[in-house]
Nanobody, 125 residues
Framework: QVQLVESGGGLVQPGGSLRLSCAASGSISSRNVMGWFRQAPGKEREFVAAISWSGGSTYYADSVKGRVTISRDSGKNTVYLQMNSLKPEDTAVYYC??????????????????WGQGTQVTVSS
């Protein structure tokens, strides 16, 4: 069973940057998809970005497109989320997740099989 551990969250001022990391214990298959989701207080968990482990195809939510970059280091079994030009509305707990199969909806939280514990990102002056 793969386990996911996020790190890199914290407090940042509006306009600042953060890089989140998600380290996976165990091997990641080329069929897998890794995703980032976030959940703000009182709101549903929402899709942020995803990357296919095989070819590195990337997908982004419209709300973060152009400000966020997802990447992976297959040698380290780690996926990253580089976030720039952060806004107060980006404040949330960010979760890393693993989807076992490449078909289906990469943006749907209920299609992901393994979740990390989350890391808090707070954007505030």
């Amino acid at each position: 069973q793969v386990q996911l551990v996020e790190s890199g969250g914290g407090l940042v001022q509006p306009g600042g940057s953060l890089r989140l990391s998600c380290a996976a214990s165990g091997s990641i298959s080329s069929r897998n998809v890794m995703g980032w989701f976030r959940q703000a207080p009182g709101k549903e968990r929402e899709f942020v970005a995803a990357i296919s482990w095989s070819g590195g195809s990337t997908y982004y939510a419209d709300s973060v497109k152009g400000r966020v970059t997802i990447s992976r280091d297959s040698g380290k079994n780690t996926v990253y989320l580089q976030m720039n030009s952060l806004k107060p509305e980006d404040t949330a707990v960010y979760y890393c997740a693993l989807k076992l199969w490449p078909n289906g909806r990469y943006y749907a939280a209920n299609e992901y099989n393994v979740w990390g514990q989350g890391t808090q990102v707070t954007v505030s002056s």
